[in-house]
């Protein structure tokens, strides 16, 4: 398609053709290169932005560099009831940004766009940490801190299911899931 655009720019140079066809004057100009360069780097910034993924490897890389703000928000989350509170319902990173700014600023950084707190189906007492991040990906990645789940949470630890669901153990009582879609309801 490109050289045919070309061949068709150079065509229309000439003056009595362009006339007779009845094209805009953009396509008059005797500047092509220009064009060419334009038309160019458009068709490679498009490409560029709607092909930025991440793969399950640069995703991990990605919570390792920010693992230890992570670790610090669930430090904070455990010694800190009133903020765990916040957070119990689907609005927990908004409530955040009024009583806990610093907190709030820290998981904006690191693209954390939800944060909720969950109780342990393991452990009465014990809370379980659920993320949503706003990493590129094709599909929602969420972080999850458990430390009652050692299976899912051992690094190394790998699941499919069959709706396309993965899950990676991060070590250290995280993991990384990619939500494809919901499981579909057996009775």
């Given at each position: 398609m490109r050289?045919?655009?070309?061949?068709?720019?150079?065509?229309?140079q000439k003056p009595n053709l362009a006339k007779q066809v009845?094209?805009?004057n953009f396509f008059k100009s005797r500047n092509v290169k220009t064009y060419n360069f334009i038309f160019i780097f458009f068709v490679l910034i498009t490409y560029a932005c709607r092909h930025h993924n991440k793969t399950p490897d640069e995703l991990k890389e990605t919570f390792f560099k920010n693992?230890?703000?992570?670790?610090?928000?669930i430090k904070r989350l455990q010694n800190d009831k009133e903020m765990d509170t916040l957070i119990q319902n689907w609005e927990g990173l908004s409530r955040l940004k009024k009583s806990y700014p610093d907190i709030y600023s820290l998981l904006k950084n690191i693209g954390i766009k939800h944060i909720s707190s969950h109780q342990?189906?393991?452990?009465r007492m014990a809370r379980w940490y659920y993320f949503e991040t706003n990493w590129p990906n094709e599909y929602?990645?969420?972080l999850i801190y458990d430390q009652y789940d050692s299976s899912q949470t051992k690094k190394g630890y790998y699941s499919k299911d069959e709706v396309a669901n993965e899950t990676w153990g991060l070590g250290n009582n995280w993991d990384m899931f990619?939500?494809?879609?919901?499981?579909?309801y057996v009775q």
């Open positions: 050289i045919f655009f070309l061949n068709e720019l150079n065509y229309l009845g094209f805009c693992k230890a703000d992570l670790d610090l928000v342990s189906v393991y452990v929602l990645i969420c990619r939500w494809v879609k919901n499981k579909p």
